[in-house]
């Protein structure tokens, strides 16, 4: 990270992952994430024939039809002609990075799991990359009083801490309230939250209680976790919002380029 207003380097050419949220519930995330990456000297493609990563399957104990589905993922993310193969949730890039051999071993499959492997060494999640490319010129969003909600997979699967903290600090405009719960789980889990709503919604509730005095948006890198914490929010009459990071960035971009 620089202190001009930029971000590292520039990457070579990027397969995009969308994940299925993005692809049904907020496109939006999945378009910023794309414009984030072209304005960093990515190119962009999107293979054709990729679905689901398998998660909400496997994490439910249903190992073959997890696999069923993750393998035509695998099919379509194997042949794409990329450096590297983003994903703007950390969730499935867990998934797919971690723990798809796994899967794939235990479904009696070791060459799909050997396969993975290959998959897997590609794999970054979005704002892993986008904290090494170079995006100059951020212009001034919307000023915005900012609380991260840091996701269970990024911190503790993947290790991915600072850079979307960094990413957010760059933007002129987008003030980042400290957050003493941002690292306490929202409750979503998927499976988690359609078996357990009770402790789902609770843990929801609790995290949006400890938001700071002034917040106005939560922000994340994982769609899943922030759809949890708006639904919440709408349902208790919480004046705050959620946007994903890609779409702060991309408002910034925009706003720098004057587009």
Partial sequence: MTTNGSVGRSAGSVALFVTCVADLVA???????????????????????????GQPAWNAGFVEDAARVARTSLDA????????????????????????????????DPAAAARARTVGDRVREFTELAADLDLDGLGPIEPSVVAYHRSCHMERELGVCDQ????????????????AADD?????????????????????????????????????????????????????????????????LAESIRAGTGG
């Fill in 77 to 108: 993310l194997e042949t794409a002609p990329a450096e590297h193969i983003v994903v703007p949730a950390g969730s499935c890039a867990t998934m797919i990075r971690l723990y798809w051999p796994d899967l794939f071993e235990k479904a009696g």
């Fill in 184 to 248: 306490r789980c929202c409750g979503f889990g998927g499976t988690f939250s359609v078996k357990l709503p009770e402790v789902s919604v609770a843990m929801a509730d609790d995290k949006l209680d400890s938001l700071p005095v002034g917040v106005t948006e939560i922000v994340g890198a994982d769609t899943s976790c922030l759809l949890q914490l708006q639904a919440r929010a709408d349902a208790r009459g919480v004046p705050v919002r959620v946007r994903h990071v890609a779409e702060i």
């Fill in 27 to 53: 496109p939006e995330v999945a378009v910023a994430t794309v414009a984030v990456l072209r304005a960093g000297g990515c190119s962009v493609s999107c293979p054709a024939g990729q679905t689901c990563c």
């Fill in 164 to 179: 979307p903290v960094d990413l957010l600090d760059a933007v002129p405009g987008c003030e980042r309230l400290d957050w």
